[in-house]
């Protein structure tokens, strides 16, 4: 019976151990989540959502306070369009992040970051060519472009020094998403170094409709995987979303995936930056308590815990200080339901909001609980403990786990 051990990702001569954690914003997947999995010869991903907000809980730093102070003026002015980032900052902020967790790297893995193009921030050219200039500027291995089509992010640091050295991926969930991107960077001739195929059970925004449940990641891996070997394209591919034990991944592993890329499981882990109360939520989740809802601003659908505070919450959009989501034109959808809603209730001090939530907001404060389709399943990892709570794990026991488990076995700490 064979384990993930008995594979091998590829990247030119180095060899990995085909575990990939992927990216969580905002700062779940933390530095020490992703230093763990690089140490133990796997890939692990930081992200780069909200990186000034990030690198202010991490560094001491007052990015977040300068600019809100800055448009103080505007806190109760409906038109956002003003509220904008101040790109010099943006890149202090992001070679911190990425530097600092850079140098603390040891063990033969890579460390990359997680990109979304959904965070516009009121300016999506600029910022995100900026983003992905200064992570590789401060010597990230790879980055994973996620949350979008990416369709010119190549294009953005096609002058930078390291464009063709350091790794560069894209998150799909269609061939046509992946055809399209090909298509539209051809010709940069610069292929991406690996493609993850991510599936409707993952975690984060849902690269599919509400319809969700009719696909079947195993399907859209069979039809990349075919696609690349007619096209004689050699890029790994990485499988994602749903992938719960070492046995589901070795059923990958053996039909043309090159690794795969797993988060749920190590939301519950000491490293990951979810609130110790929240790992908790996340162990005693029963399979009701998961949802798909259009809550998120950016328009995909998202999976999440139905007792997130984030749902409904209708609190007043906080833009001067985050506005990650700005559109270019500083809108989100959440302004437009909360303007909506207030106009509706005049006299009312507090408005509660269904429709949308104030993503920045929520994520920043880890009160937007979202999850992969199995997190009902985690309270199987883990062990009971007197005080009712469940006991958390270590990010090297669940890493290990992925890497050795046969027969869908699941070990419990010691
Ligand atoms: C708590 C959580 C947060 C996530 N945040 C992001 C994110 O910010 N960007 C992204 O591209 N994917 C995000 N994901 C998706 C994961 O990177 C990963 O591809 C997916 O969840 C894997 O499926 P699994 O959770 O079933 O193992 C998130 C997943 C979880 C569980």
């Known amino acids: 019976m064979k384990c993930v051990d008995d594979f091998r990702l590829k990247f030119g001569n180095t060899e990995l151990v085909p575990i990939v954690i992927g990216g969580m914003g905002v700062d779940i997947s933390s530095a020490e989540l992703a230093l763990e999995a690089a140490r133990l010869g796997g890939i692990g991903h930081i992200s780069d959502a909200m990186v000034p907000t ?3 809980r991490r560094f001491n730093t007052d990015f977040v306070k300068e600019k809100a102070k800055l448009y103080k003026y505007n806190v109760a002015n409906t038109d956002k369009s003003t509220v904008i980032f101040d790109l010099g900052r943006l890149a202090e902020a992001t070679h911190m992040h990425v530097g600092q967790t850079m140098e603390a790297k ?6 990359f970051i997680n990109c979304m193009e959904k965070l516009s921030m009121n300016a999506p050219r600029d910022t995100l060519r900026v983003r992905l200039s200064a992570a590789l500027d401060a010597g990230i291995d790879g980055i994973t472009l996620s949350a979008g089509l990416h369709l010119g992010s190549f294009a953005l640091i096609e002058d930078h020094p390291r464009f063709r050295d350091a790794k560069l991926g894209i998150i799909v969930s269609s061939l046509r998403a992946l055809q399209l991107f090909l298509r539209k960077n051809a010709r940069l001739d610069r292929l991406p170094d690996y493609i993850v195929v991510e599936g409707p059970l993952a975690g984060g925004h849902l690269g599919f409709g509400l319809d969700w449940a009719k696909y079947d990641l195993h399907v859209i891996v069979a039809e990349i995987v075919q696609y690349l070997r007619a096209e004689h394209l050699d890029i790994p591919l990485i499988a994602a979303g749903g992938i719960f034990t070492g046995s589901d991944a070795v059923s990958f592993l053996e039909s043309g995936a090159a690794a795969v890329q797993v988060a749920t499981r190590f939301t519950v882990t000491r ?3 979810l609130p110790d109360k929240v790992k908790q939520e996340y162990f005693r989740a029963s399979e009701q308590d998961i949802e798909v809802n259009n809550i998120s601003p950016t328009g995909y659908p998202m999976r999440m815990l ?5 749902i409904g919450a209708g609190i007043r959009p906080n833009c001067e200080a985050y506005g990650y989501l700005l559109d270019g034109n500083g809108n ?9 809603e207030v106009a509706l209730h005049p006299n009312e ?3 509660s909001v269904m429709d949308k939530t104030c993503l920045c907001t929520h994520m920043r404060n880890f009160d937007c609980w ?3 389709h199995y997190a009902y399943r985690l309270k199987d990892t883990s062990r009971l403990l007197d005080d009712g709570s469940y006991g958390l794990l270590s ?3 669940v890493f290990r786990d992925y890497q050795f488990s046969t027969d869908n076995r699941i070990a419990l700490p010691v």
Do not use: Q
């Open 54 to 56: 990030v690198s202010d």
């Open 106 to 111: 040891r063990g033969d893995g890579l460390i």
């Open 271 to 273: 490293e990951a930056g």
């Open 306 to 310: 139905r007792s997130s505070p984030a």
């Open 332 to 340: 989100c959808a959440y302004i437009t339901a909360y303007n909506r």
């Open 349 to 351: 001090k507090k408005v």
């Open 370 to 372: 979202t999850c992969g």
């Open 395 to 397: 990010a090297e026991h």
